[in-house]
């Protein structure tokens, strides 16, 4: 335990409200120095896959720190500036770190998400493409369909229906 709050100490440079906070929804941490390589916090989550830092990117922190805030928030209006935030960096470094850690923009991931958040939605529920719009915080059941049909190729309906399972009743 002394090596993961060592570790978080010198990530947050003592900030230890935001490390208890990241450490609440994670794993534990250690440090690695590998030749020829920079120094990274590598950590291991209890649930998923293994993250590690980017040169350039956001630390393994604040990954989980952010991705954990959008999943938390896909229905309601989420913001760089509340990203970057909690990331505790500026605006322009944040959207810079995030890109290279994600390999798109904040905008498009939390697009991304939402799309698949509606797409898990439509695959389990009846409610309505407008319902479901509004719950994965669109504006309204056109911009779902602009949206969905960007990332996915097909319309929201259309995609529903190829996956219809019959339901007994």
Known sequence: MPEVLEAFESELDGDWKSAHECHRHGGAVRRTDNPGQSSNVVLSPQRGPR????RGGLAPWQIRCVTSHIEA???AKITIEDLARLARISLFHFAHAFKRSFGQSPHRYVLRRRT??????MLASDASLGQIALECGLADQSHFTRLFHRFVGESPGAWRRARAVSRPD
Do not use: D, I
Request: proline content about 0%; cysteine-free.
């Open 51 to 54: 993250t590690l830092s980017v």
């Open 116 to 121: 698949e958040h509606a797409q898990g939605l």
């Open 73 to 75: 928030n896909l229905h």
